[in-house]
């Protein structure tokens, strides 16, 4: 059983800041790639930043120069620093990681139980 724990998120003004992070614990033989998705009300769900096991990152063109994504391998943690936030980062947060239980496994999805990012204008 894999646990995606997340936490970080919560109410800030605009132009402030949030660190999210999201631990993958449980039955882990490897992880892959993590990173963080949002999804607003009335939208879908959007691919907001990740990051390969080696450290190349991908983010959003809305996120770029803001949000910052690394991660910890021997923790199994993924870090969103988010500066500079808008009322349009609103959106609940998912952490996501891409990850095998056992050495003979298919890569799995797994996904955190999500976190509110409210930004105030």
């Known amino acids: 059983q894999v646990h995606m724990v997340e936490s970080g998120g919560g109410l800030v003004q605009s132009g402030g800041s949030l660190r999210l992070s999201c631990a993958a614990s449980g039955s882990i033989y490897a992880v892959n790639n993590m990173g963080w998705y949002r999804q607003a009300p009335g939208k879908q769900r959007e691919l907001v930043a990740d990051i390969t096991l080696g450290g190349s990152t991908n983010y959003a063109d809305s996120v770029k120069g803001r949000f910052t994504l690394s991660r910890d391998n021997a923790k199994n943690t993924v870090y969103l620093q988010m500066n500079s936030l808008k009322p349009e980062d609103t959106a609940v947060y998912y952490c996501?990681?891409?990850?095998?239980?056992?050495?003979?496994?298919?890569?799995?999805?797994?996904w955190g139980q999500g976190t509110q990012v409210t930004v105030s204008s």
């Open positions: 996501n990681a891409k990850l095998l239980t056992t050495r003979w496994s298919q890569v799995g999805n797994y």
